[in-house]
Structures are given as structure tokens and as C-alpha cells.
């Protein structure tokens, strides 16, 4: 590859028209809405393919929470309305199927409104939530759409501002503007922000609140913010400033009994769709309805615990339904009622019972290789979420034997298996053809890795939690010392065998320089394109650069 000679760099971006009057400027290279679709993040919203299926309450349940915030997000005319409302809840209560819920309501009224659903899985960028909800505002006003485009084509760093500059240079300055002319939003449009307590960084989390509510006291700013989060003490000190509180309208979702009966809907459905998928010879109405009372008083009002169970159960792979129950049931006390659970120390003791029988069942064959899968996974959590093919080569294990212990926790992750891609030379050729494109390397390796075989996420942030502390776990705490050794010995092995076989580039690098695989391939899961491989290479190079600074 060669350089361009400078003069040509120079005039790259720049068209010069001659009609004798004056010189037009027009940028070359991709429309500005299009370098503001660089930045979001699309799997974090509501209807994204990599949340399918998502959360959303069962119908007949949460009705008085996902009324409360919708009557909030449609009253237009209320001149009472606060700007800002903060649904608090712990862990398991099922805030992220109400904002689901929610989501999916305004959808079916026609009603504008933009989403964003923080999670570990991959969809907890901070720098990424301001342009999410700026791209999703484009495609909902025209007007604000072309005033975004030509803003961002006359300076395309805009996306990359730091968070103050991009809510009010990609949001509240365009629609201030358009407002004062008349061509705003005739209608407030609410935005819903789920799992805040996710994004990565506390501060950000609070800069985000703190940004919103200033905002907030705009009168012509048209939008309202709906957050939904565990009650986390930096967010919840935030939202407890007077001049934070004074525009916010508080919902707190308990764990209480009173959603007894919503779960047992919920059981009683989970079941019967069981029944009729594995066709294991049950009876309609399996199991009894005072086995699904006992589930429901186990469970403390906690959706994520039912979930859990059924899915536990419907896992018909490994085991028999009725055989998973059976273990379930041997976990429960029989004389358990809603009376006696009142005294426990933790509303977490049943889910926490749950988890261990869950990995009480991994054949001992896979137990070294799934606890060091959990020992990455809690090391740095953003990591929860990458590629299939990322984590059988991090792991040293085949593709086949990944999907296998996938399977064997199907109660608590997901394996999506997307269609491995053979044309790489397209996938590269889309990233790189604009003139932005070099600026565009960083998500190059990510975008191949995913193009060669799916990814693995969990399904509630609970499982980690569950892991990462030792009074909870115990001898599955995937953060003892002892697993950090193990970690460390694994990825220093994983570092020599890979530097023996990899032939880098030397100190007079230039663009005609690559790496090379010296003979066969060091990934126990290669693809058959070697560009392919070595950007694989390249991304567990940087994971085990990262997971060494984490584990110090």
C-alpha cells in the first residue's frame, strides 16, 4: 500500500466550482446522519435483534407499574408533568420487562418516543447513549433529521464530544431551534432509559442523570426521561439533590408477595408451554397447583427467580422436565409460606439455592473449562458479551464443545448462533469505504468476530453478581484467589503459544507489512479465512492485556 501523493490528500474532501461569482465548499464522503449511525448502539434498543427474545411482562402482570408510566409519558397536556421519572427497584423485579413493556405500548399507540436499555451484555457504552437516542429522534422528525445531517457533515467530530457536548449539540440545540420556528415536535416525546445502574463507570452514571435533569429545566427541550434502575447509593444520592427531586416523579418497584399471583400466571404458562414443546409424556395441568404455589412462594415476588426455574426445567436436553423439577422442589422448604419467608435474612436465598443446583448439574468433564469461562466473565463483565468464536479460542475449546456447556447453562445464558460468514472481503469493504473509514479500524475486529459464529450473553446481571461473591456462591465464586491463579496460568500460556506461532511485523513496519500464522493455526477455533483468524489473534491479545491490568 502507498501514499497518496500530498497534494491529492489535500484536495481528497474539497470540490471547487467555478462560476465566476464565488467557490462552493462541498464535503465529500458519507452523509452526516450516516456518521452519526457510526455511534449508537443498535442492539440497545427495544426492538434490536440481539434482545429478541426480550423481557416484557407476562399479560396480567405489572399492569399498575406499566400504566403508571405510560398515563407519565403521554400527558402531552399536563402542565404538572415532571420532566424526569425514576423507577427504583433491586435486582430480579422486572424493571427491564416494564420498560419493555412500555416500549412496545407507545409503539402501538403511534406514540414518538426513543429507548435505550443499558446491560452488560455488550450495550453499556456511556459515549454511545446520546447519539443512540439522537439517531432514533432522526427517524421519528424529518426536520430534525436534515438540521442533524448538514450539523454533523460540517463537523463530523460532533459524535465524539464528550457527553455534555453531544446532548446539547446532537439534541437540545436542534430542537430548541426547530421549536422557536415552529417545526418541532408537536408532541413531548418520552425517552426510556433501563438498567442505568449497568452503564460502565458510576460517574457516568451520574453525569448522565446530572446532563438529563439540567436539560430538563429547559422548557423547550420537548423531551421527558423515564430512567428504570437498581437503587444503587450513587444514583440513588442523585436523585435525592433538591433541585433533581423537584423535577422527578419516583415509582419504587419491592420485592413483595403481592406479585404472588402475577407469577403464578407466569409459572402456569411456562409449564404448560414445556408440556407442549418436549412432548415428555406430562399431563396438561403438570405439575399441581400446589407445587406452583410453593415455586411462587419460593421466588419472594422475584420475576427473575420463576424465569430461572422454567428455564432450568424446559432444558430438556440434559435432563427430563420432571427430573428437574424434582430438584428444584428438593430446594424449597414444604412448609414455606409467604409468613415464614418473612424471616429470612435475604430475598436472594432461593434464586442463590437455584443457581448452585443449576451448576451442581455440569458434567465434571466440562466443570475446569466453564469455571474459567465464569472467572473471565466476572474479571471484566463487559467481556459477558462477546462473540461464540471469541470465547471457544479464549477458552481452548472447539466450536462443538462451547455449545455444549452453553446448552448445559441454558438457565442462566444464551448462545445466539448467527451464520458464519465466508465473505470477509465484503464485511471489510463496507467498514473501510468511506473516507472515515480508518477511524472506523477499532470496531473492524469486533464486527469479523461476529460474523463467525454468534454470541453468548446472560440472561440477568444476577448470575454475575451471584458469582462474584463469595458468601453467595461459595465453592462456585468464580473470584477466589485460587480461580485468579488459574485465570493466570491459562492466559500466560494462551500469550506464549500464540507469540511462537505469530509472526509480527518488525521495527521498520509500514502498510506493507502483515503478521503471519507460522505454519498451523494456534486457535482451537479458526475460520478459514487467515485475515480472519489473525484479527481473532489480534482481540484476545488486547483481552488478556486488559484482563491482566483488571486482575492487579
Not at 400504566?67 to 433491586?90: H, R
Not at 466476572?378 to 466450536?399: D, F, G, I
Not at 472515515?436 to 460474523?451: E, R, S, V
Amino acid at each position: 500500500m502507498s501514499f497518496s501523493p500530498a497534494s491529492e490528500i489535500f484536495f481528497k474532501d474539497v470540490v471547487f466550482i467555478d462560476n465566476s461569482i464565488e467557490t462552493v465548499h462541498v464535503p465529500s464522503g458519507p452523509s452526516g446522519v450516516e456518521v452519526l449511525l457510526t455511534a449508537p448502539t443498535p442492539d440497545a434498543t427495544y426492538d434490536s435483534s440481539a434482545r429478541d427474545p426480550p423481557p416484557r411482562c407476562f399479560p396480567g402482570t405489572r399492569e399498575q407499574y406499566v400504566e403508571e408510566i405510560t398515563q407519565w409519558a403521554i400527558s402531552d397536556g399536563n402542565e404538572a408533568l415532571l420532566p424526569v421519572l425514576w423507577m427504583k427497584g433491586p435486582a430480579g423485579v422486572g424493571k427491564s420487562a416494564v420498560a419493555q413493556t412500555c416500549a412496545e405500548w407507545l409503539k402501538d399507540k403511534n406514540k414518538p418516543f426513543a429507548a435505550f436499555f443499558f446491560s452488560i451484555k455488550g450495550q453499556n457504552d456511556p459515549k454511545r447513549f446520546f447519539p443512540s437516542i439522537a439517531y432514533q429522534l432522526c427517524t421519528i422528525l424529518p426536520e430534525y433529521h436534515a438540521m442533524l445531517d448538514k450539523m454533523i457533515r460540517t463537523d463530523r467530530t460532533l459524535v465524539n464530544k464528550s457527553a455534555r457536548y453531544q446532548l446539547q449539540n446532537l439534541i437540545i440545540e436542534p430542537l430548541r431551534q426547530l421549536h422557536k420556528s415552529g417545526k418541532g415536535f408537536t408532541q413531548g416525546v418520552p425517552v426510556l432509559i433501563d438498567g442505568l445502574d449497568e452503564c460502565d463507570g458510576t460517574e457516568a452514571q451520574r453525569t448522565i442523570i446530572n446532563l438529563v435533569a439540567k436539560a430538563s429545566q429547559e422548557d423547550s427541550s420537548q423531551l421527558c426521561w423515564a430512567f428504570l434502575s437498581r437503587p444503587e447509593p450513587h444514583i440513588e444520592s442523585m436523585f435525592s439533590r433538591p433541585e433533581i427531586t423537584e423535577l422527578t416523579h419516583r415509582i419504587f418497584l419491592p420485592i413483595s408477595h403481592e406479585a404472588d399471583k402475577e407469577i403464578a400466571l407466569f409459572l402456569r404458562s411456562g409449564f404448560r408451554e414445556i408440556v407442549e414443546r418436549t412432548n415428555a409424556g406430562l399431563e396438561p395441568q403438570w405439575p399441581s397447583d400446589k407445587i406452583v404455589e410453593s415455586i411462587v412462594h419460593a421466588a419472594w415476588g422475584l420475576f427473575i427467580y420463576a424465569a430461572a426455574v422454567l428455564r432450568f426445567i424446559g432444558n430438556s436436553e440434559w435432563h427430563s422436565p420432571a427430573d428437574a423439577l424434582s430438584a428444584v422442589l428438593e430446594l424449597i422448604d414444604p412448609t414455606s409460606t409467604p409468613q415464614t419467608n418473612a424471616s429470612r435474612k435475604s430475598p436472594l436465598a432461593e434464586l442463590d439455592a437455584l443457581y448452585k443446583v443449576i451448576l451442581l448439574c455440569i458434567p465434571a468433564q466440562m466443570a475446569s473449562d466453564t469455571s474459567l469461562f465464569f472467572s473471565l466473565c466476572c474479571l471484566t463483565p463487559t467481556n459477558s458479551h462477546l462473540s461464540a468464536v471469541m470465547w471457544s479460542n479464549m477458552l481452548r475449546v472447539s466450536r462443538i464443545r462451547l455449545k455444549a456447556m452453553c446448552n448445559q447453562l441454558g438457565a442462566v445464558l444464551y448462545l445466539r448462533q448467527e451464520r458464519i460468514s465466508d465473505d470477509i472481503s465484503t464485511i471489510v469493504g463496507e467498514h473501510l469505504s468511506d473516507d472515515d473509514g480508518f477511524n472506523q479500524l477499532p470496531d473492524l475486529n469486533t464486527t469479523i468476530c461476529y460474523a463467525t459464529g454468534g454470541s453468548i450473553s446472560f440472561y440477568h446481571k444476577s448470575f454475575i453478581d451471584f458469582l462474584m461473591e463469595p458468601s453467595r456462591s461459595g465453592e462456585f465464586c468464580a473470584t477466589s484467589p485460587a480461580m485468579y491463579e488459574t485465570l493466570f496460568k491459562h492466559t500466560t500460556q494462551l500469550w506464549l503459544d500464540y507469540d511462537s506461532q505469530i509472526s509480527l511485523p518488525g521495527p521498520e513496519w509500514d502498510f506493507s507489512s502483515t503478521p503471519q500464522i507460522l505454519g498451523r493455526s494456534p486457535l482451537s477455533d479458526p475460520h478459514p479465512s487467515e485475515f480472519v483468524n489473525l484479527a481473532i489473534i489480534g482481540n484476545i491479545y488486547d483481552w488478556i492485556h486488559i484482563t491482566s491490568i483488571e486482575a492487579m
